[in-house]
């Protein structure tokens, strides 16, 4: 099964929507439980550090800068774009 973008399933549990890419075959089998952990926490400025983890393998590890000219800002509004052209 696949989910927009080409993303099977499996790996689309595991990626931050969009934004940034996920292992592959972490992801516990149809029937399995999984454990999902996620950590959003202070960073520096008007930052937060985003960490995710599916069955204790880090998938997202990123800072969530929301000052306009951040790589964080620059990559939501690509990702707006590209959902909006797409729609």
């Known amino acids: 099964m696949t ?14 929507v969009g934004v940034a890419a996920a ?5 516990r089998k149809p029937g399995k439980w999984n454990q999902v952990r996620i950590l ?3 960073a ?20 969530v800068d929301r000052s306009p000219e951040s790589e964080w800002s620059k ?4 990702h707006n774009l590209a959902t909006n052209l797409t729609n």
């Open 75 to 78: 990559l939501i509004r690509r």
């Open 3 to 16: 989910q927009s973008g080409g993303a099977t399933r499996r790996t689309f549990l595991t990626a931050a």
């Open 23 to 27: 292992p592959e075959n972490i992801a």
């Open 40 to 42: 959003l926490e202070p």
């Open 44 to 63: 520096a400025g008007n930052a937060d550090r985003l960490r995710c983890w599916l069955n204790d393998t880090q998938t997202v590890d990123l800072v």
